[in-house]
Nanobody
Framework: QVQLVESGGGLVQAGGSLRLSCAAS????????MGWFRQAPGKEREFVAA????????GYADSVKGRFTISNDNAKNTVYLQMNSLKPEDTAVYYCAAGWSYSGRASTYNYWGQGTQVTVSS
């Protein structure tokens, strides 16, 4: 099993920045990819960004390209999501996920955190 704990969410004004963290514990060696997803009220969960453990493959949703940056620190078993130029439409619960293969589909991820709320005011 892998346990994931997100932190760093909060309330920020449009144009501001936040950095989310996701600390992994347990059998982290069994996973090769970490991802961030988000879900706004009344909407489906959507892909935000993903990174392989080696860092050689990184991907972003079109809606966040150029504004969000995903990174990892394998020594700390932690993945980060730096979010800049935030917009009200970025408001959502952000979830960290871990899986065995690189993908933008939520169904391919095996482990999920509890989520952290990000609210962007206009």
């Amino acid at each position: 099993q892998v346990q994931l704990v997100e932190s760093g969410g909060g309330l920020v004004q449009a144009g501001g920045s936040l950095r989310l963290s996701c600390a992994a514990s347990g059998r982290t060696y069994s996973t090769s990819t970490m991802g961030w997803f988000r879900q706004a009220p009344g909407k489906e969960r959507e892909f935000v960004a993903a990174i392989t453990r080696s860092g050689d493959t990184i991907g972003y949703a079109d809606s966040v390209k150029g504004r969000f940056t995903i990174s990892n620190d394998n020594a700390k078993n932690t993945v980060y999501l730096q979010m800049n130029s935030l917009k009200p439409e970025d408001t959502a619960v952000y979830y960290c996920a871990a899986g065995w293969s690189y993908s933008g589909r939520a169904s391919t991820y095996n482990y999920w955190g509890q989520g952290t709320q990000v609210t962007v005011s206009s």
